[in-house]
């Protein structure tokens, strides 16, 4: 029985730290895009000249 309640508990550790890894993945993941984004920004701002 108490094999029983280790696994169960075994099972929700892992979970949590899958869960955890999984957010902290999908969260640079998005800051990653951002910056992406951001640099794109302001290269092609840099590009346009102004017109007379």
Known sequence: MNKS???DAEKLAAKKARDGRNI???LGL???VVLVFV???V???GNVHPHP
Do not use: P
């Open 43 to 45: 290269r092609l701002a």
């Open 39 to 41: 640099v794109t920004l």
């Open 5 to 7: 309640i280790d696994k």
């Open 30 to 32: 998005a800051a990653f």
């Open 24 to 26: 902290a993945i999908g």
